[in-house]
């Protein structure tokens, strides 16, 4: 009896689909964060009876034959780029993109990673970094003796000094896009490598051509919705107890067999 194993594989669905949607929901409040969305694809078909083949000397056809399904599989995890709202924080180093586009950090090994959390500061040596101390690219200088230090929409940086009337510049951020955001290869730390299926990253200025606007004391909240989590979580529940319930029902039918005299 293939329900046994086709229930098993339908179980094991909905455990991975749980798991999503667990760590979504753990994640509600982490920055920047883009929640994911399992898919699943039905197994071969096992065709007792194919679709279209002959059922008489006469040339008839079978309409529909006989496929008897084997289960389900996991076709991908896919990670949904929709926008997060907007948190004004008020702190001069926190940065949110407004639309498309990846904040460019260079990792301790000298690798690019990309990051929609813009939870910035500056180190001992006035670098802007992220909180765990990695450099922001192209590298952004705050001297010791900033008064005050401003962003513009096009990720233009400068600050102003003690005694000046002209504020000076400290650098330009850029952006970087994909071809396929969501082949991106997810690391922690709200960090984002390039793959093969990413595509090749493509850097601009922020607030044109297609570029988000970079806007200073504000940070992108987890696009993770609670009342859909929530939902998605009962309905993942209820197709777990359901093919539980057909094991169950396949053994005792199983049982039942073995029981004939």
């Given at each position: 009896?293939?329900?046994l194993?086709?229930?098993?594989?339908?179980?094991?669905?909905?455990?991975?689909?749980?798991?999503?949607?667990?760590?979504?929901?753990?994640?509600?409040?982490?920055?920047?964060?883009?929640?994911?969305?399992?898919?699943f694809?039905?197994?071969?078909?096992?065709?007792?009876?194919?679709?279209?083949?002959?059922?008489?000397?006469?040339?008839?056809?079978?309409p529909?034959?006989?496929?008897?399904?084997?289960?389900?599989?996991t076709?991908?995890?896919?990670?949904?780029?929709?926008q997060?709202?907007?948190?004004?924080?008020?702190?001069?180093?926190?940065m949110?993109?407004?639309?498309?586009?990846?904040?460019?950090?260079?990792?301790?090994?000298?690798?690019?990673?990309?990051?929609?959390?813009?939870?910035?500061?500056?180190?001992p040596?006035?670098?802007?970094?992220?909180?765990?101390?990695?450099?922001?690219?192209?590298?952004?200088?705050?001297?010791?003796?900033?008064?005050?230090?401003?962003?513009?929409?096009?990720?233009?940086?400068?600050?102003?000094?003690?005694?000046?009337?002209?504020?000076?510049?400290?650098?330009?951020?850029?952006?970087?896009?994909?071809?396929?955001?969501?082949?991106?290869?997810a690391?922690?730390?709200?960090?984002?490598?390039?793959?093969?299926?990413?595509?090749?990253?493509?850097i601009?200025?922020?607030?044109q051509?297609?570029?988000?606007?970079?806007?200073?004391?504000?940070?992108?909240?987890?696009?993770?919705n609670?009342?859909?989590e929530?939902?998605?979580?009962?309905?993942?529940?209820r197709?777990?107890?359901l093919?539980?319930?057909?094991?169950?029902?396949?053994?005792?039918m199983?049982?039942?067999a073995?029981n004939?005299?």
């Amino acid at each position: 009896m293939k329900a046994l194993s086709t229930a098993a594989t339908g179980m094991l669905a909905q455990q991975l689909n749980i798991e999503v949607v667990s760590n979504n929901i753990a994640n509600m409040n982490t920055t920047g964060f883009k929640r994911q969305r399992a898919e699943f694809q039905d197994l071969l078909y096992q065709n007792i009876e194919r679709v279209g083949a002959n059922s008489s000397d006469a040339g008839t056809v079978v309409p529909s034959g006989i496929q008897v399904g084997v289960g389900v599989r996991t076709a991908g995890v896919y990670r949904i780029t929709d926008q997060g709202s907007l948190q004004n924080t008020g702190n001069t180093y926190d940065m949110a993109v407004n639309g498309r586009g990846f904040f460019n950090i260079q990792l301790p090994d000298g690798q690019d990673a990309y990051t929609r959390a813009g939870s910035f500061q500056v180190d001992p040596t006035g670098q802007l970094v992220t909180p765990e101390g990695y450099v922001v690219q192209p590298a952004i200088q705050i001297p010791q003796t900033a008064t005050d230090v401003s962003i513009n929409e096009q990720g233009q940086v400068e600050y102003l000094e003690a005694g000046a009337t002209a504020p000076a510049a400290a650098g330009q951020l850029n952006l970087v896009i994909f071809p396929n955001e969501v082949g991106l290869e997810a690391v922690g730390g709200n960090m984002f490598l390039e793959s093969q299926a990413s595509g090749a990253p493509v850097i601009g200025l922020a607030n044109q051509n297609g570029y988000g606007a970079v806007l200073q004391g504000f940070l992108e909240q987890s696009n993770v919705n609670a009342v859909s989590e929530i939902t998605a979580m009962i309905s993942a529940q209820r197709a777990y107890e359901l093919n539980s319930k057909v094991i169950q029902t396949a053994d005792e039918m199983l049982q039942a067999a073995n029981n004939l005299r």
